[in-house]
């Protein structure tokens, strides 16, 4: 081949190369821009969402003052003389949802534990479906198992503590300690899912170094595994919290939903089912109380995201 040749297949080498490198920067730009897109509409949600809650949910706060929506205890949105406190809803989803947290967290975790570290293969393959499945069963569908199932066991109990009592007004099993079973029990999948997925990103060399060190099995697990994972197990709490507090339909059908101090054997009514048991007939200011309500209730949900990011951003700062 002459030096021509040479020179013209050079030339071709190079335009090829060119024309790829332009085409791969033209892709790029476009995922590129797809991706800003996508980024900004989710803002846009967002900031869309918060606007809403807070032009629909203000004029009652002004209206009715805040005083009495957010510190009175006395509900009577439909008297001749209206009253929309709300202090008891309140703590009802605060207390709820902490109980539940405690109650659904620990086992949630160390489910995820049994399944990535200590299952044998073929029973992680059971369990595993299993545990999906939960997260597919629709929330109506825990609240009717609650309602034939743990309401009747809690009113016996009921009965058995008060049988005594003259004061004690008996809410057939739907009280407090209903809802927050069925609360606990439907955080399950997603703590599970995501802290399972957590232990298992872990490097392995980080527990065969622990496990070559000399420590156990379980000493692994607790001492290395669940600290290199905290990020994972936090999202997987995060997203817990957040499903306790916005579940409304399970809970309507388990808690009694009568506005009551939120104490164990007492029928109480969360944030989220104050707004579905009386928004189809509400009108006036007490629908826009009720759009006080769900204010409320996104600014909860709202600090409570922003506190756990808080204390992971600050323990991944001393781990560092």
Same mark, same amino acid.
């Not at 809803?89 to 902490?98: A, F, R, W």
């Not at 994972?229 to 399970?250: C, D, N, Q, W, Y």
């Given at each position: 081949?002459?030096?021509?040749?040479?020179?013209?297949?050079?030339?071709?080498?190079?335009?090829?190369?060119?024309?790829?490198?332009?085409?791969?920067?033209?892709?790029? #730009?476009?995922?590129?821009?797809?991706?800003?897109?996508?980024?900004?509409?989710?803002?846009?949600?967002?900031?869309?969402?918060?606007?809403?809650?807070?032009?629909?949910?203000?004029?009652?706060?002004?209206?009715?003052?805040?005083?009495?929506?957010?510190?009175?205890?006395?509900?009577?949105?439909?008297?001749?003389?209206?009253?929309?406190?709300?202090?008891?809803?309140?703590?009802?989803?605060?207390?709820?949802?902490?109980?539940?947290? $405690?109650?659904?967290?620990?086992?949630?975790?160390?489910?995820?534990?049994?399944?990535?570290?200590?299952?044998?293969?073929?029973?992680?393959?059971?369990?595993?479906?299993?545990?999906?499945?939960?997260?597919?069963?629709?929330?109506?569908?825990? #609240?009717?198992?609650?309602?034939?199932?743990?309401?009747?066991?809690?009113?016996?109990?009921?009965?058995?503590?008060?049988?005594?009592?003259?004061?004690?007004?008996?809410?057939?099993?739907?009280?407090?300690?209903?809802?927050?079973?069925?609360?606990?029990?439907?955080?399950?999948?997603?703590?599970?899912?995501?802290?399972?997925?957590?232990?298992?990103?872990?490097?392995?060399?980080?527990?065969?170094?622990?496990?070559?060190? #000399?420590?156990?099995?379980?000493?692994?697990?607790?001492?290395?595994?669940?600290?290199?994972?905290?990020?994972?197990?936090?999202?997987?709490?995060?997203? #817990?919290?957040?499903?306790?507090?916005?579940?409304?339909?399970?809970?309507?059908?388990?808690?009694?939903?009568?506005?009551?101090?939120?104490?164990?054997?007492?029928?109480?009514?969360?944030?989220?089912?104050?707004?579905?048991?009386?928004?189809?007939?509400?009108?006036?200011?007490?629908?826009?109380?009720?759009?006080?309500?769900?204010?409320?209730?996104?600014?909860?949900?709202?600090? $409570?995201?922003?506190?756990?990011?808080?204390?992971?951003?600050?323990?991944?700062?001393?781990?560092?």
């Amino acid at each position: 081949m002459n030096g021509h040749g040479k020179e013209e297949m050079s030339k071709d080498n190079t335009n090829s190369l060119t024309s790829n490198s332009r085409q791969i920067k033209r892709i790029e #730009g476009i995922a590129q821009a797809i991706f800003t897109i996508c980024a900004f509409f989710a803002v846009l949600a967002v900031v869309s969402i918060t606007l809403y809650m807070i032009v629909n949910g203000m004029p009652a706060i002004f209206q009715v003052g805040i005083k009495d929506i957010l510190f009175s205890t006395v509900w009577k949105p439909t008297a001749s003389e209206p009253s929309f406190g709300i202090l008891y809803v309140i703590l009802t989803s605060i207390v709820g949802t902490i109980m539940a947290i $405690i109650l659904g967290v620990p086992l949630g975790l160390f489910t995820a534990i049994f399944l990535a570290e200590v299952a044998p293969k073929k029973l992680a393959a059971i369990v595993k479906p299993a545990v999906e499945l939960l997260a597919g069963i629709p929330s109506v569908i825990y #609240g009717l198992l609650g309602l034939m199932i743990l309401n009747p066991l809690m009113y016996q109990w009921e009965k058995a503590l008060f049988r005594d009592s003259d004061t004690h007004q008996f809410t057939g099993g739907a009280n407090l300690i209903s809802a927050v079973l069925v609360l606990a029990i439907m955080i399950l999948p997603t703590v599970i899912n995501i802290s399972e997925s957590a232990l298992k990103a872990v490097s392995p060399q980080l527990k065969a170094s622990s496990l070559a060190l #000399g420590a156990s099995h379980i000493q692994t697990i607790f001492k290395v595994m669940i600290p290199a994972a905290k990020s994972g197990i936090m999202t997987a709490i995060v997203l #817990g919290v957040g499903r306790a507090i916005g579940e409304a339909m399970a809970i309507s059908l388990v808690s009694g939903s009568s506005v009551n101090l939120p104490l164990p054997f007492n029928s109480v009514r969360f944030l989220t089912t104050a707004i579905v048991s009386e928004m189809g007939y509400a009108s006036g200011l007490h629908r826009q109380v009720l759009f006080t309500i769900g204010l409320v209730l996104f600014v909860f949900i709202m600090l $409570i995201n922003i506190t756990l990011n808080v204390i992971l951003k600050k323990g991944e700062k001393e781990d560092d």
